[in-house]
């Protein structure tokens, strides 16, 4: 499966991306009403204020052949103080669209990801996942990622949601 890194015209496939991933995965976890606003137009807007960024993260679409993105990551340096952003990682953003789970597209872009981390010299990496999605947790356990005891309730839509922080090693 083609792996390349996304351009600002990239934007709107990306946004629809997000949005059909957000709404197969969350259900049941994030209130239906707030999945089913998700605008895709709000979306493509704010990702294309995000690929063209000066400062933009490094996003990877994943495409089916003669196809467009069917699924994407973004990473950057790890945003808060608690870990080293210059060599650290955040994987802030993994998602595919429902069609291609299990199909090993998410395992193929996770590793070009990690791969991608790791030119760019980072040295370790970490991610949030929600508490109750047991099927993204089982991804990235698979993948070598690993809890490591740090959680954080955060709030969408009236609704508290337990997120776990999951880290991983990097390796030259």
Not at 18 to 35: C, E, M
Not at 55 to 62: C, K, M, R
Not at 64 to 88: I, K, L, N, Y
Request: with cysteine; charged share 25%.
């Amino acid at each position: 499966m083609p792996i390349r890194e996304a351009a600002p015209s990239d934007a709107a496939a990306v946004a629809a991306v997000h949005i059909r991933s957000w709404r197969a995965a969350y259900r049941g976890l994030v209130p239906d009403a707030y999945l089913d606003s998700l605008d895709v137009g709000e979306r493509t807007d704010a990702w294309r204020g995000r690929l063209s960024a000066s400062d933009a993260p490094t996003v990877l679409v994943a495409e089916e052949e003669g196809g467009g993105p069917v699924a994407f990551s973004c990473f950057r340096p790890w945003p808060d103080g608690e870990s080293d952003a210059a060599v650290t990682a955040e994987l802030s953003a993994l998602y595919a669209v429902p069609e291609v789970w299990g199909r090993g597209v998410g395992r193929e872009l996770l590793a070009a990801t990690v791969a991608a981390m790791t030119t760019a010299d980072f040295r370790e990496a970490g991610l949030w996942v929600l508490e109750g999605n047991s099927r993204a947790r089982a991804f990235y356990e698979a993948a070598g990622w690993r809890p490591d005891g740090t959680s954080v309730t955060e709030e969408t839509a009236g609704r508290m949601l337990p997120e776990l922080r999951y880290r991983m090693a990097l390796f030259r």
